[in-house]
């Protein structure tokens, strides 16, 4: 049985190949990503799996980058680095910025 992340063999028309700049948020994503990785906080296979469960619809309306940070925050949260409430207090806080 498929998975709604395996999409290997499927039609899904041509890839864009060009080269595009990453904005500033992906990069960091990007860093933290490879620096928990790197220091062994978690490993790229529950990486995988965070982002293989994350339930269809917030898969697929999910870009990449934002599927790594959904890993780095249950893999954060797993380890008891950060909790649901103190990331939706700073999530509050950083919106009271704009």
Known sequence: MRGYHDLG???LGPID???HDYA???KRVDAMMFLLMDKGVFTAAE???HIETMG???YERTTYYEQWMVSIVK????R???TTDEL??????IETRK
């Open 88 to 93: 939706g207090r700073k999530l509050a806080e």
């Open 80 to 82: 008891g680095v950060i």
């Open 9 to 11: 063999g499927l039609d």
């Open 24 to 26: 500033l948020w992906e």
């Open 56 to 58: 269809a619809d917030a």
């Open 47 to 49: 990486s995988r799996h």
């Open 75 to 78: 893999a954060l949260q797993a």
């Open 17 to 19: 190949r060009s080269e």
